[in-house]
């Protein structure tokens, strides 16, 4: 009987879970017995590796996180790490490997692709920053956990005439700024794609509170600055009072949104198949509805429609001009 491995690699995302099960139930169906590998690339290495059954995945599509742990391996970015992985999934008699995760885990499947060891990707990543899948797995949820948070923080905003900067994550890509941004009405947004600086986000500011506006939500993308010195530069340049908000492992949690549910099923789903049709070294994804899959290798050499993305941004700013005041 063929065996078929599984892992979970990096930052957790919701709907990994979900993933697994399609991946566990879709393997049966086809006569191959799953094993779940432990705590990513590292507990590969470990051997920490059990057989996964259906009754093992039952009832585990509504719940966040993974149920096969995750890590980050330096080990594994050694090339004797990878050729020990390599040689554990043959004494385990593993022939297809499903990994998913974000961009460093894919960079590590295509490296055992090149070992010889048959292996499709996943794209489980809050972050949503493959330019090769309209959406990744735990995007969307991670994006209603934003909205609710920015509801909550634009009630009090509202009621005490206070401006608030909210940090999402996304680490160098702007969709879930973006999104929450034009989703949940914020007022100005900054992304790695069309940076602000810090005069440019206080004139915006000075411009909707002289229309009349004085509850205003800035939504930031992480690691673009230090929070608490906009904070201060707009306090001290407007005199007006500045909350932050850094929403932080937060958006990682909860339980997928049903998109996710379901984009993590077909995608499963779909691994299984490319691997037992004899594709290896793939990336599954979606586009325009229909799942589509890319060569692991050619993932990151496909970039951003940045003309797409400036498209949500003009529709954002549409519901933004300084001089006019939208309720």
Known sequence: MNKLGILTSGGDAPGMNAAIRAVVIAAQQKNIETMGIKGGYQGLINRNIDRLTPFDVDRIADKGGTIL?????LEFMEEEGRKKAARVLEEFGINFLVVIGGDGSFKGAEKLHRLGINVIGIPGTIDNDFAYTDY???FDTALNTILDAISKIKDTDFSHDKTTIIEVMGRYCGDLATYSALAGEGEIISIPERKLDFDTICSQIHSKMASGKHD???I??????????????????????VRTSILGFIQ??????????????????KAVELL????????VGIKENKIISIELENVNNIRFDYHEKLGLLDTFSIFNKGDQVLR
Do not use: H, W
């Open 69 to 73: 742990k995750t890590s980050r391996c």
């Open 252 to 269: 990682r949690g909860g339980s997928p949104s049903a998109f996710d549910r379901i984009l993590a099923s077909r995608m499963g789903v």
């Open 276 to 283: 037992t049709e004899g594709y290896s070294g793939l990336a």
């Open 216 to 218: 205003n939500l800035i």
């Open 136 to 138: 990744s797995i735990g």
């Open 220 to 241: 930031i993308t992480e690691k673009m600055y230090d929070i608490e010195e906009l904070k201060k530069y707009i306090e001290k340049r407007l005199q007006v009072s």
